[in-house]
């Protein structure tokens, strides 16, 4: 389970930590989203610790009560997103980087040190920091991020299915699942799609 082991090994540990993670690079359609979440003086209620882990190991029913729960706790939390233009021009990975910059950039509070989930650290971020492999499975403060990512993320793609309805978009977040590919038999690509993925790049020819 993950606990504040990570937050209090690096200098900034008397700071301002957050923690980083991202939702939504393997999807065919919708942006990319950051979150970022700083638990001031690492204070956290034992039920919430408790309860945040990484977001694929949790139900969306779990995901949703603990997304509302971290706002009403003493967290400090923001998020920021990509598009899918900025992600097809600039692609998957410099996009994810660009969303975290902008999550950590909307904090009310500057952090001092930012820990990553992954394998690298974005560029030009406004803090310095470190990444952490399955940081949300590690990370008190990368885990309740991931949650934030994901439930942002999927209320988005929730809206965006009321628009564009062939797709499956409340159910799949835009991911390749047989309803998503029946709907681009069926219907062809929208605005949404990312027309820089291989499996979309088909459905342009």
Same mark, same amino acid.
């Given at each position: 389970?993950?606990?504040?082991?990570?937050? *209090?090994?690096?200098?900034?540990?008397?700071?301002?930590?957050?923690?980083?993670?991202?939702?939504? *690079?393997?999807?065919?359609?919708?942006? @990319?989203?950051?979150?970022?979440?700083?638990?001031?003086?690492?204070?956290?209620?034992?039920?919430?610790?408790?309860?945040?882990?990484?977001?694929?190991? $949790?139900?969306? +029913?779990? &995901? !949703?009560?603990?997304?509302?729960? $971290?706002?009403?706790?003493? +967290?400090?939390?923001?998020?920021?997103? +990509?598009? @899918?233009?900025?992600?097809? &021009?600039?692609?998957?990975?410099?996009?994810?980087?660009?969303?975290? &910059? *902008?999550?950590?950039?909307? $904090?009310?509070?500057?952090?001092?040190? +930012?820990?990553?989930?992954?394998?690298?650290?974005?560029?030009?971020?406004?803090?310095?920091? =470190?990444?952490?492999?399955?940081?949300?499975?590690?990370?008190?403060?990368?885990?309740?991020?991931?949650?934030?990512?994901?439930?942002? *993320?999927? &209320?988005?793609?929730?809206? $965006?299915?009321?628009?564009?309805?062939?797709?499956?978009?409340?159910?799949?977040?835009?991911?390749?699942?047989?309803?998503? =590919? !029946?709907?681009? %038999?069926?219907?062809?690509?929208?605005?949404?799609?990312? %027309?820089?993925?291989?499996?979309?790049?088909?459905?342009? %020819?």
């Amino acid at each position: 389970m993950p606990d504040f082991t990570y937050e *209090r090994t690096f200098p900034a540990a008397a700071g301002l930590i957050a923690g980083i993670d991202e939702a939504g *690079r393997g999807p065919w359609a919708g942006p @990319v989203v950051a979150g970022a979440v700083i638990f001031p003086d690492l204070q956290i209620s034992a039920s919430l610790a408790s309860k945040l882990d990484d977001s694929k190991k $949790l139900t969306a +029913a779990k &995901r !949703e009560a603990l997304f509302e729960e $971290l706002h009403a706790s003493n +967290a400090f939390i923001s998020y920021g997103s +990509a598009s @899918v233009e900025e992600i097809d &021009r600039l692609n998957i990975l410099q996009a994810t980087f660009l969303a975290m &910059r *902008r999550a950590v950039e909307s $904090l009310p509070q500057k952090p001092d040190f +930012a820990l990553i989930d992954g394998n690298k650290v974005p560029p030009n971020l406004p803090c310095p920091a =470190q990444f952490l492999i399955k940081g949300d499975a590690l990370s008190l403060s990368v885990a309740a991020a991931s949650i934030i990512a994901k439930v942002t *993320r999927d &209320r988005l793609m929730s809206e $965006l299915a009321k628009e564009f309805p062939y797709y499956g978009w409340e159910k799949n977040a835009g991911y390749g699942t047989k309803a998503h =590919q !029946e709907g681009l %038999k069926a219907h062809g690509i929208c605005v949404h799609h990312r %027309k820089s993925y291989a499996p979309i790049k088909e459905y342009l %020819k």
